[in-house]
Each structure stands twice: as structure tokens, then as C-alpha cells.
């Protein structure tokens, strides 16, 4: 079947971004805030990230500078919710405000100009894997890396001291306190790591997914991450599960309908959430408390002096 | 204490600019405010950019005569403090540009009778409102008859926004062109239940391509289709603005929404005393449907087109000449040989010949 390669690398490449946003996300979570501002920073990376590579011509510096303007909205978060203690689910649902209307007027020039394409990696004798092969290995450089990111934040997270001491944080910042971690540092740089991955996700919006710029063209995918960092429950590579599954159910979803299969497609369009509530369902019939969430998630930490 | 003077000074406030508006009218008999609200940004490169370059028409057609306002990304559950702040600062003609604005500009023009209003693609008047729309089902007709010429899968994709009469109007339209001259076409339909999302579009024009589909074509408003189509060296057209820029060697043609000539003879209307309430809906024969350059097809085919639109601006050629035949394989109501402005504007069937049924 020839039309399978295809539709696997369209989910591939749908999926990508919401992986990259959601691992992010994950370790941002994980360090026990919540950062609701990804959509923001998301729409932001795109913006910046189109100007750069249409200033610079180089769709590398494009990416690079994305990320760049992600991770630098996220210090703003950082700062107000770490050393001033702000509430972080509205100064995130204020990043993502913030971030929509800083985007339009970084791209306000760049809107309507078109891009050429990035170069697809073609990785010799794995490609000619029947199937899969044409859909994995032939994907473009970003694909890869979000692989090679999820293998690190897993590593990261579960085998490194610093990963340890991170979790530690998000799971009893009054404890790591007084064992002498530093929380506030620690958290301050999961949340410009998490702002980093989203601008890098923005920017894979409008230099590979599609190569453009107009604004609100993150369109809720900053939520989707969101969505799938609940989804994925504490396990990086659930994060990669939920992402293709999310992603597939979108490409699926239009390929029965280009086939002529009654499905309601609207209540198709909301599977993503509705897969959510039920993951968040089944853990808490499971009996694990909080479904996975790191213990200190969402409280502001403010030091005794 | 402190509200005492909040409130005092919000009475001078008032006084001042009772005062301001006293003195107005001696200056608006020279400069004529129009404003307008729009759904999206202005640079969203389709329906609120072709908007907003009706706005600026304006301004150019009368220097020095008229002054103009807009308010953009607008959302239309929230709009009428935003239409009212408009009718409140001296504007005498408002056009407000989507459907949603339906309500809102009603009751606001209810509370300032002197002002006019104009709503785009709704279908409720009053003495101060007035509607128009524009057949766009007439450009989706051409393009359906080049897309039955140039296909050589004998399959098309179709990238649907939502299931709205205008959109299935559309459809319809569109495959009736392509059956015109390509009695087996094909046209296969994918829904992304959004007038905007780039990916997603994109994702529906690549499904439709790898099942078959040689040409795209799109109701959504950004160019990601043509952009997907353009990249696996497939054909495809243009949605509301030229988007050749996209794809140089894959376009077609674009449709080409032109408000222009409209928003022109409306404010001229205002200037002269002559502003009356109505329903315009028209679309190639007054020039508010425009087409782009027909290119990277064969001359023949060009020709056709070239035809199509020309018949269709005298009135030889009417998209939906009777009979008209349902999916379900029965005529459609049918006076004058052809369907009437409301049977098009309310049109909830596929005709036959399309697979597929209409979303709910």
C-alpha cells in the first residue's frame, strides 16, 4: 500500500510540534509549576522564528531564534511567578494573551510572504524499510530532534542528579527547602526550558509545518500540549504515545471523511480533550492521587526568611 | 470622598464632551466618518485583508471628505461594545463584516438611529441596516470547470471550512462546473470545522492528495492548501485574496473577494444624501467576484474560462440553471430556469453526483 508511508509522515509531522510544546511542558510540570502560558509563547516562537529566517535567509537561525523568543516571554512568567509569587494559572493564562498580540506586531511585515522549503533528511538503507521506512526515515531535521529531545528529557529526568533534585522540588518544595536545594533557581530553569521547546514549536509551525506566517496560526495547539502533558501523566514517553495518537486521530479523521466515511467530524475534532478526561478518569480510579501530577504543582513557593 | 470626585469628575468628563459633540457637527458637515469592525486581523491575507483594502478604497476615492476607522480582531460574541463605541465617537456608516455581527449591529443601530449600518452575509434589516454579500459561488463554478479540464486522476480535493450554506453553495456550484465538462469527475471533501487553522488545512489538502486528488481547492482562509499542493507538484486556486506568491507554478486562478466598487457607491450614497436601506447580493457582473490571472493551464482551457466568466457577467450563465438535481436524485423547486438568490443563499443539499452527505 503506497498511500501508508504518506499518511504516517503527515502525522509525523503534526504531531511533532505538539510533542515538542508538551515536552517542555512535561519538565515544567515536573519542577511543579504550571505554565498555561504555551500557547502564548508557542505563537510567539512562530512569529519571531518567520522574521528571523526571512531577515537571515536561513531557516536553522529561523528555529534557533524561535526558541530564543519562547524561552524569553517564559522568563517573564518566571520571574513573576517564582520571585514575585503571582498566581501561575492567571499569569499563564496572561502570557498567552500577552503572547498573541506580541506576535502580530513582531510579524505585522512578514504576514503573506511565502518560504521555501527545509530540507528533508533522507537516512540511507533505513529508508528502504518497507513502510515504515519511507515514513520514519525521510522526515525533516526537527522530526529527528524532538526524537533525540525525548530521549535526553527522559534520561534527564529519571537518571541525572539534576533531575533528581528537580523532581524533588515539584513534588515537596517545603522539603527540598529545607534539605537546602535551591527551588526557586531550580524552577526558574524548567521554565526556561519549557519556554525554549514551545518557541521551538512555534517556529517548526511556520518554517516546516507551514511555511508562512499569519497570526493565530497556533490555532489551540498550545492547549492540545497542555492537554497531553495531563495525558502523558509523569511518563516522557507517553508523551510520544499521546502526540501520534492525537495527531493520528486528526489525519485519520480527514482521510475518512476525503473517503466519504459519515463520521461527525466535529465531535472527531474534540477526541483530543475527551482522551484526556478519560486518561485523567482511569488514573483516578486507579487510585493514584492527583493522576501523576507532581505533588507542589501550581503553589507558589515563597521562602521563610 | 474619593468616589465623590471619581464622580464629579466623571460629570465634567461628560459636560467636556457634550460640549465636543455639540461643536462636531459644524466639522462632520466636511469630513464623513466611516468605520469598520472586523473579525480577524487585518493581515490574516484573505477575508478581513480584502476588507480592510475596501477601507482604504474609500479614503482614496474621496480625499479629503471622508475619515475612516477600524476596529479588527473583533470576536462576535463580544462586538457590540465595540460597534457602539464606533456609533458613539461620530461615525455616520458602519460596516460590520461577519456573520456573527448579526445581533449586535441591530441593537446598536436601534439605539443611534442616525447612524447607518451595514452588515455583511446576514440576511436582518432595518430602516438603518442595510445587508450585502457576494455570489461567490460564481468564481467556484469557473474554477470548477478548469479543474475538470485539468485533472488527470479525474479526482479533486475539496478543503471545506464549515457546513454553511454559502460553503455547500460552493460545493455545488464547483462540481457542477467540473461536471460541465468532465462528466466523471470525482470530488472528494475533507471538513477542518475552522476558517482558519494553516496546519490543519494543510493536513486535509495532503489526506485529499494521497487519495487521489490531483487538484485542490479550498473555503478556508489561509494558503496552506495551495502551499501542501505546490509542494507535491499538484495544481490548485487561490481563496479570497491572489495567493500566486504560494505556489507561482501551481496556481490556477484565485477568486478574488473585491468589496471596492461597493464600499465606494455606499459612501458616495452617504455624502449625497441618498443612503437607504437594502440587500445587495451580487458577485462577477458588478465586479465584486473578481478572478485572478488564469495561468499554467493550456490555452483551450483558459478559454474556457475566459468564457465561463464573461457568460456569467452578461448573464448568459447562470451556475445553478435548472434543472438543479438533489443527492437524493429529486428536481429542485425551480421558477425562472434557474434557482433564486434565496434557494442559493439558503442552500443546505449537495447535488447529485456528490459523494458524501452534508455535515450537522
Known sequence: MDMLPLILATIFTAATPLLIAALGEHVVERAGVLNLGVEGMMIVGAATGFAAAVLSDSSVFGLLAGALAGMALSAVFGVLVIFFATNQVATGLALTILGLGLAGLIGQNFVGQPRGAIAAIEIPLLKDIPVLGKAIFTGDPVFYLSLVLVALVAFGLNRTRIGLLLRAVGENHTSAHSLGLPVRRLRFWAILFGGLMAGLAGAYLSLIYTRFWSPGMSAGRGWIALALVVFAAGHVWRLVLGAYLFGGITVAQLHAQAGAIALPSQLLSALPYLMTIAALLVLSLSGRKGGGAAGSLGQPFVPER | MLRHSFKLGAFALAVGLGAASLAAPALAQEKLKVGFIYVGPVGDFGWSYQHDVGRKAIEAAFPGKVETTFIENVPEADSERSIEQ????????????????????????????????????????????????????????????????????????????????????????????????????????????????????????????????????????SPAPLQQAAARGNLAFGQASDMTAFGPKNILTSIIDDWNPYYIERTRAMLEGKWASQDVFDGIAKGKVKMGPYVNMPDDVKKIAMETEEGIRTGKIDPFTCPVIAQDGKAVECKDGKLNDGQIAGMNFYVQGIEGTVPK
Not at chain 2, 447612524?115 to 461567490?136: C, I, L, P, Q, W
Open chain 2, 86 to 221: 464606533l456609533a458613539r465617537t461620530g461615525h455616520k456608516l458602519i460596516f460590520t463584516t461577519s456573520f456573527g455581527y448579526m445581533e449586535p449591529t441591530l441593537k446598536v443601530a436601534k439605539k443611534y438611529p442616525n447612524v447607518m449600518f451595514e452588515h455583511a452575509t446576514g440576511y436582518k434589516r432595518d430602516k438603518n441596516v442595510a445587508t450585502y454579500s457576494a455570489k461567490f459561488h460564481e468564481g467556484r463554478y469557473i474554477i470548477g470547470k478548469i479543474a475538470g479540464k485539468m485533472s488527470k486522476t479525474g479526482t479533486i480535493g475539496y478543503v471545506g471550512s464549515m457546513p454553511i450554506p454559502e460553503v455547500i453553495a460552493g460545493i455545488n456550484a464547483f462540481y457542477l462546473g467540473a461536471k460541465s465538462v468532465n462528466p466523471t469527475i470525482k470530488i472528494k471533501i475533507a471538513w477542518v470545522n475552522a476558517w482558519f487553522d494553516p496546519g490543519k488545512e494543510g493536513d486535509a489538502a495532503k489526506a485529499l492528495m494521497d487519495q487521489g486528488a490531483d487538484i485542490i481547492t479550498q473555503h478556508t482562509d
